[in-house]
Each structure stands twice: as structure tokens, then as C-alpha cells.
């Protein structure tokens, strides 16, 4: 497997309290049942507006973010939608809707993006069972996410990112959607490899204090004949069959292994038929740290009007050898001068690694951090907390014996 050394990247400076991203839960109701999910589906958990306030604002007491991260459950359910939408935007926070799409209509979007809604991003894939898709593989399935890309960029100016939860025999379509990605790079903003994980009960035992803990009422528990092991560095592989260039620029690492890749972030310059270079870890450094002098907090999504700058985005170029290599790549066309350079990200998460120790291995600085009784919480791993009062602990099979 290709190995990938974390120093050569820029390690992104997010943290718990200064961050890029917050998540909101406003529902645990989901209208459909993707096998990679970590949230039971209830269908009577709605949160009422004040109690989403105060989730909010421990975000705002505790944690400084750039945008606020609309999930759940599906936050489309939510009756107050619109109005948990205009109350994150008039605290000024970008309100991101994490969404399936499945209720989503020109009407409800024309009504968010007047509430202030700055972006979604859609979770599609193949093991969600979705109503007329069932059965259709990754690559059918991107007529369904061409539908919501037009859909945003017909409303004008609302950011577009899909997910894709990657499993065992879904990996090798990564490729084709990175190539889908690039086709459609002029409304595709940023495009998400969510890699499959569950509880192993073969490895390790679950602990709260002394006593050992039966997983088997968490949702994210099974007894998996898929690997749940599968490394960033592998997909980053795979991609490279198609883009032999295609190199992340920053990273998050884990928080018990710092040479691990939690996220894995690229950033690609190209137009609909051609990718011209990547950033580099000094253009990606430059820009993070440029927008949090200037706006006090790290950036998440910004505008698909800024995407279409990637020509200005080339002057990074003075600093970053790789922009350099992209800004000779693009003009050894001089009729590029008339075309337009669009930006788009690629990234990959790798969720919690059940190291050989039996520790837990979460995403060191993640952006997915959620309110529960007043603290804030891993999102992954909040079914734990619903159901125990705290987060288990982990050990190797037999490891008391």
C-alpha cells in the first residue's frame, strides 16, 4: 500500500476550540437508511428552536467556527428548517445543510437561500437503499447528483459538496467520481470520501469503568463482513490510476497516531476537461492563516464565485512550488488567458482506528464536534453517550486475562 509521509503536508490547525466547522443535530429523523450511518433514526426527536439556540451558542461560548453544519438525522425533516437556517446566518456563522436530498424541492431551496443558507452538502451512495435507486452503483448514481449540483447552481451562488461513504466493494468506483468531480468542476465544489467504519467486536472488548459493555444496541455496531480498516493512503492509490499527479496538501492526523490521516485534503486547479496542478501545503497554509488575521477563525466552504478565481489563486504560486508547476501548466496554452481556472476539493476521512493497544484513534482537530448536555462531543460517537452517560473505552480481546 502506498505510504504517505504527514510531514510533507500542512497540518491543518484546526482544533477543538478553533475550528473551521461546528455540528448541529436538530433531528435524529432520517427518511431513509444508509448502512454507514452512526445515528439511530427517531422519528419524534425534532429539537424546538430553543433548545437549538442553546446548542449554538455553547458553540459560540466554547468554539470559534467559519461554518455550522447542519445534520442530524436529516435536518430537511426539521419543520423549522428555514428558521435554524436564518438564526445560524444572523449569528454569523454559514449555515451547511448535510443533507440526502430526498425532500429537497426548488421551493423549500428558493426559501433557505432567502434565510441565508450558504451551502449543502449531499450524501449519496449506493447502500442507502434510495427510493428509485436501489441497486444502482456508484457511477448511475451521479445523474442523481448531477440533478442537485444543477439544482444549486440554478438558485445562483450556493456552495455544492457531495459525500460518499466507501466501502470494501464500492472503492474502486473513487476514481470515476473524482473524474465525475472534475467534469462538473464549474458546479461541484468540493467532493467527500467518507470511508466505511463499524464496531469491530473481534478485536477488541468495550469498557464503561470495570464493567464490559454489549455494543450490540449501538447502531454502528455489527458484525461486519466488510473491512473496516481501510487507510486514506489507499484511495489516494486508486486515484493516482487516473490523476498520477493527484497529491493532498493538508491533513488532519489522529489523536493517538500522529503519522495517521484523518482528513486528507486536496485541492485541485482545472477546468471541465483538465486538471492543471494542485495547491501545495504553503498555498494551503497562506490561506487558512490569511483568513483567520482577517476574520478571527479558520475558513470552511466559501462561495462558488470564489472557485472560479483559480487564476488569481496562481499568484500563491510566488510562495508554493507546486501552484508554480500548475501556473506553467495552464499558460503553456496562451488561449488559457481567456479561460476560466476553477479551484475544487477532494477529501478523504478516515473515521476512529482501533490501534493494536485497543486505543481509539479519532480525528485529532475535527471539525464534526456537536453539543450534548452542554459539552462538546464527538458526532460519531454520541449514540454512546445517549445510551451509557459517557464514551466506552476499548482494550485487546482477553487483555485482562
Known sequence: MLRLNHLDYYRLPWN???????????????NLACDGCYRRNDNNSHKPIDVIREELEVFNRLRKCDGVSIAGGDPLTHPEIVEIVRIIKEMKMKPI????????????????????????????????????????NEIELNELRYHYARMLADAKNISCAFNSTVYEDTMQYVPELVKWAEKNIE?????????????????????????????????????????????????????????????????????????????????????????????????????????????DRYLAYVEPKMTRIGKTMLLLGAFDKRVRKTFFNFYRNPLNIF???????????????????????????????????????????????????????????????
Open 97 to 136: 445543510v448535510n443533507t440526502n436530498g430526498l425532500v429537497l424541492t426548488r421551493e423549500l431551496l428558493a426559501e433557505l437561500k432567502k434565510a441565508g443558507v450558504y451551502g449543502f452538502t449531499f450524501h449519496i451512495d449506493s447502500k442507502q437503499g434510495r427510493p428509485g435507486w436501489k441497486n444502482k
Open 16 to 30: 477543538l476550540a478553533d475550528n473551521s466547522i461546528s455540528w448541529l443535530e436538530p433531528t435524529f429523523k432520517c
Open 187 to 295: 458546479i461541484v465544489q468540493v467532493m467527500v470520501f467518507i470511508i466505511y467504519r463499524a464496531v469491530n467486536n473481534e478485536k477488541v472488548d468495550f469498557y464503561l469503568g470495570p464493567k464490559k459493555i454489549d455494543m450490540s444496541q449501538l447502531v454502528y455496531n455489527e458484525e461486519v463482513k466488510e473491512r473496516v480498516d481501510i487507510q486514506a493512503e489507499e484511495l489516494v492509490e486508486l486515484i493516482r490510476k487516473e490523476y498520477p499527479d493527484f497529491d493532498p496538501c493538508a491533513y488532519l492526523n489522529g489523536s493517538e497516531k500522529p503519522d495517521s490521516f484523518k482528513w486528507l485534503l486536496t485541492g485541485r486547479l482545472g477546468t471541465t476537461n483538465k486538471t492543471y496542478g494542485y495547491m501545495g501545503k504553503k498555498a494551503m497554509e497562506i490561506v487558512q492563516a490569511f483568513h483567520h488575521i482577517i476574520n
Open 339 to 401: 479561460r476560466r481556472l476553477h479551484y475544487q476539493s477532494v477529501m478523504i476521512i478516515q473515521p476512529v482506528d482501533f490501534l493494536e493497544d485497543g486505543r481509539q484513534n479519532m480525528c485529532d482537530g475535527c471539525p464534526d464536534i456537536t453539543v450534548w448536555d452542554g459539552k462538546l462531543v464527538w458526532s460519531c460517537r454520541m449514540e454512546e453517550l445517549m445510551s451509557f452517560g459517557y464514551n466506552v473505552r476499548t482494550y485487546p480481546k482477553d487483555f485482562l486475562n
